[in-house]
């Protein structure tokens, strides 16, 4: 009865393919998110969407673009792998409005060849 | 957007030992600050979490502190275990940024047996 579930956990391919990964919650949240964590175990925020709405964008090469077919799901498509992709890709979910903490997934190992 | 810095990037103890890890941040409007402990290969998972009307809390052997006006806040751990060994990260949410976390760059503690 995991409450944030991503699939797969292991993603292996080569430079200039297309992937997705999948990420489905069963908490009732409003908010989901993707977070990048890098070499150096910086968590960087990617994408967040509010009730199937994007509300934030950070910095993110257009290759990578996030899919939300209900609230309880948030995928993430990435097209034309780089090298640089290679990271850990959590994706995470809270309530509506702040003083809530994140419910993490188990993690995305995603390594570009 | 906020800023929010993490120190020290790495920190080893000896067992029984207390462990301290000090964030700031720059928004003064943050009002909810959580911790999270990552293990080796696992997802970040809260630990535990102040909001901004409270100046400390705690829970069992580990408290948080919070100071407003300084805007910092610090993680005490007090007789450290080998299995307090792992990545902790601050974050700190700000209304102004739509309740969205900013994550300090982590610590690697080491708890030496």
């Known amino acids: 009865d995991t409450a944030v579930s991503q699939t797969p956990k292991y993603l292996v391919t080569q430079m200039g393919n297309d992937k997705s990964i999948k990420c489905e919650q069963n908490l009732g949240h409003d908010t989901m998110y993707w977070y990048k964590q890098d070499s150096k175990k910086f968590l960087k925020i990617m994408f967040s969407y509010n009730n199937k709405e994007l509300i934030i964008n950070e910095t993110v090469p257009n290759r990578f673009s996030p899919k939300s077919p209900d609230k309880a799901h948030l995928n993430l498509h990435i097209n034309s792998l780089e090298l640089g992709d290679s990271a850990v890709y959590f994706c995470?979910?809270?309530?509506?409005?702040?003083?809530?903490?994140?419910?993490f997934g188990n993690g995305t190992r995603l390594t570009v060849t | 957007g906020e800023n929010v810095e993490q120190h020290p990037s790495t920190l080893s103890v000896q067992e029984g030992d207390s462990a301290v890890i000090k964030c700031t941040y720059s928004d003064s409007a943050s009002n909810y600050f959580p911790w999270y402990k990552q293990e080796l290969g696992k997802r970040p998972q809260l630990i535990i979490d102040i909001r901004s009307n409270v100046g400390e809390k705690k829970d069992q052997r580990i408290a948080v502190t919070l100071n407003k006006t300084a805007k910092h806040f610090s993680l005490h751990i007090t007789e450290t275990q080998p299995e307090d060994s792992a990545v902790y990260f601050c974050?700190?949410?700000?209304?102004?940024?739509?309740?969205?976390?900013?994550f300090g760059t982590g610590t690697s503690l080491t708890v030496i047996p």
């Open positions: 974050a700190a949410s700000s209304p102004n940024t739509g309740n969205q976390f900013y």
């Open positions: 995470a979910s809270r309530p509506r409005g702040g003083n809530s903490p994140l419910h």
